[in-house]
């Protein structure tokens, strides 16, 4: 299948400062690119979806402001959480997809804000 | 309701059983459906994806789609230890073209 990387797969900040995880598609373009977010037993839910070149869409209750999407290649997308507080401690995946394929996900990415 | 709902689970089978996991999605305009396995602490792992109604198989899985009833499901053949995970149904909503998830079926194979 697929293959999409993220980094860092884990990462611990203090509250009030921003911190950037990267996804890339290696073997392939990803037209779109997806980033869920996922707290403890619980399912995986849609944050926004980004199109190459365009701005991300933001699933509803989700702040634009404060999660910074940039799609700005074919193979890489960036979030950006700013001014993390603990309650943002979370799992965030993301996913890419070239147009017709199956969704494929990254190996996530542990954020921890002390 | 919910966009897609999958039974939490636990489903507990013997080793070598076959284990039956189960969704049902609201959107009828949906076209596409996904099968994850997660293990704990990791990403999802794509199982199977199917479009049409029927069977797919693939090695020990095999998905059924009904789309007039709204359901599909994930049929797991002689069930492994490691097959134990929770399995997520995935549905791609024909609105705004995204990727549903239901909250996931916990399966214990034991041996």
């Known amino acids: 299948g697929a293959v999409v990387s993220q980094h860092p797969s884990w990462v611990i900040c203090k509250s009030g400062t921003s911190v950037k995880i990267e996804c890339r598609s290696l073997?392939?373009?990803?037209?779109?690119m997806f980033w869920y977010r996922q707290f403890p037993k619980q399912s995986l839910m849609l944050m926004a979806t980004?199109?190459?070149?365009?701005?991300?869409?933001?699933e509803q209750g989700v702040e634009k402001d404060k999660f910074l999407i940039n799609h700005a290649s074919l193979t890489l997308s960036t979030l950006t959480v700013t001014s993390a507080h603990p309650e943002d401690s979370s799992f965030y995946i993301c996913?890419?997809?070239?147009?017709?394929?199956?969704?494929?996900f990254g190996p996530g990415t542990r954020l921890t804000v002390t | 309701q919910k966009e897609v709902e999958q039974n939490s689970g636990p489903l507990s089978v013997p080793e070598g059983a076959i284990a039956s996991l189960n969704c049902t999605y609201s959107?009828?305009?949906?076209?596409?459906f996904f099968w994850y396995r997660q293990y704990s602490g990791k990403s999802p792992e794509l199982i199977m994806f199917i479009y049409s109604n029927g069977d797919k198989e693939d090695g020990r899985f095999t998905a059924q789609l009904n789309k007039a009833s709204q359901y599909v499901s994930l049929l797991i053949r002689d069930s492994q230890p490691s097959d134990s995970a929770t399995y997520l149904c995935?549905?791609?909503?024909?609105?705004?073209?995204?990727?549903?998830f239901g909250a996931g079926t916990i399966l214990r194979v034991k041996s």
């Open positions: 980004s199109n190459e070149g365009s701005k991300a869409t933001y």
């Open positions: 959107d009828r305009g949906s076209q596409s």
């Open positions: 995935a549905v791609n909503m024909e609105y705004g073209n995204k990727l549903v």
């Open positions: 996913s890419a997809r070239a147009h017709g394929s199956p969704k494929y």
């Open positions: 073997d392939f373009q990803a037209t779109t």
